[in-house]
């Protein structure tokens, strides 16, 4: 028998690179849209350099651009109903 027991796939065929790219940067994008406070957050552990200091300014730019539309506060509401419903079911 000459059929191999799982079939050869090309993971260097360029659709599947420029699809694994796109979810890599929508992923991204939600996380920089409902984590922004995480990312200010991040940013303050960085050694200190000129372009940190830019790069901290930007992140927390787009942070108060996101508490100002508010996809933070749906992230935050959405935790709080989440412990709210496990405290429910962990309290006796």
Avoid: K, N
């Avoid at 984590?35 to 960085?46: C, I, M, P």
């Avoid at 927390?60 to 992230?75: F, K, S, V």
């Amino acid at each position: 028998m000459d059929t191999p027991i799982a079939p050869e796939h090309d993971f260097h065929h360029p659709r599947l690179v420029w699809a694994a790219l796109a979810v890599f940067c929508a992923a991204l994008l939600a996380l920089a849209v409902f984590q922004s406070a995480a990312l200010v957050t991040l940013s303050y552990d960085w050694p200190p350099s000129p372009l940190t200091e830019r790069t901290v300014q930007m992140i927390e730019t787009w942070h108060g651009w996101m508490e100002a539309l508010g996809p933070g506060e749906w992230t935050t509401a959405l935790g709080e109903s989440m412990e709210e419903q496990r405290e429910a079911l962990v309290a006796p």
